[in-house]
């Protein structure tokens, strides 16, 4: 259901050619509907940057301990 939505919300940014903000606590969800990342703690944003690198070459270290390890 959730991979339905965010397909969903995929299709309509790229038919419409519209932005959009999404907010999260998933990073994998947001890693699949983002261009750009925005990493928040305690309000503040910590890391941002294009999506890819975010979660491949995470600088800050409360985004090195939300990033899921390296599969394979």
Known sequence: ?????LNLLLTIQRERGIS???ISHDLQATKHVS???CVMKNGSIVEEGPALVVFSEPKHRYTRDLVPPAQG
């Open 1 to 5: 259901m959730q991979a339905q939505a």
């Open 20 to 22: 959009l903000l999404f």
């Open 35 to 37: 261009y750009r990342i």
